[in-house]
Nanobody
Framework: QVQMVESGGGSVQAGGSLRLSCAAS?????MGWFRQAPGKEREGVAA????????YFADSLQGRFTISQDNDKNTLYLQMNSLKPDDTAMYYC?????????????????????WGQGTQVTVSS
């Protein structure tokens, strides 16, 4: 089992930036970031294959987010730039695919086994 704790959320004005952290008991090969706004379904934001650091992103982000990792700290990061009010949501990190196969691309929420508790991001206009 993997324990993960997200942090770094907060309130920011449109156009600002935030960096979210996901401190894991141990980095897993296949991890991802998701978000869920009130009244909406949880959606995939990014995914990463940590052995190579290869990241994948939702097309809707238009290149505004990046994903990175610190292997020594067992921490995953999500750098969010040019934030918009539509980015307001609870952000979660996830690890380990139920299939055991880490394919390319952003995954669906039900594909992941382990979840953090989330960190709130609020973007005001």
């Amino acid at each position: 089992q993997v324990q993960m704790v997200e942090s770094g959320g907060g309130s920011v004005q449109a156009g600002g930036s935030l960096r979210l952290s996901c401190a894991a008991s141990k980095l897993r090969a296949c991890m991802g970031w998701f978000r869920q706004a009130p009244g909406k379904e949880r959606e995939g934001v990014a995914a990463i294959w940590t052995p190579s650091g290869t990241g994948y992103f939702a097309d809707s982000l238009q290149g505004r987010f990046t994903i990175s990792q610190d292997n020594d700290k067992n921490t995953l990061y999500l750098q969010m730039n040019s934030l918009k009010p539509d980015d307001t949501a609870m952000y979660y990190c996830a690890a380990d695919l139920r299939s055991g196969v880490c394919s390319t691309g952003v995954k669906r929420p039900n594909e992941y086994k382990y979840w953090g508790q989330g960190t709130q991001v609020t973007v005001s206009s």
